[in-house]
């Protein structure tokens, strides 16, 4: 599990998934949330505007886990 650190309140989930090195563009952030390869805080979301906030937890395609701080 990552520690990925914010110093905002939120960050939304595509914008997360580039900032996290997940994808590289929101093209691509929104093909991987659409395809269901998400989970936040174990639930799988399609909302690629969800905002992620520290002590969430995001799994990406059961491979990749970040822990917001």
Do not use: C, Y
Not at 17 to 36: P, R, V
Not at 47 to 53: A, L, S
């Amino acid at each position: 599990m990552q520690e990925i650190k914010i110093n905002t309140k939120f960050i939304k989930l595509d914008q997360f998934l580039k900032f996290a090195g997940i994808s590289q563009t929101g093209g691509e952030s929104k093909f991987i949330i659409k395809n269901g390869d998400v989970k936040v805080n174990g639930e799988v979301t399609f909302e690629r505007g969800k905002k992620i906030r520290k002590g969430d937890i995001v799994e990406v395609a059961d491979q990749d886990t970040f822990t917001i701080k």
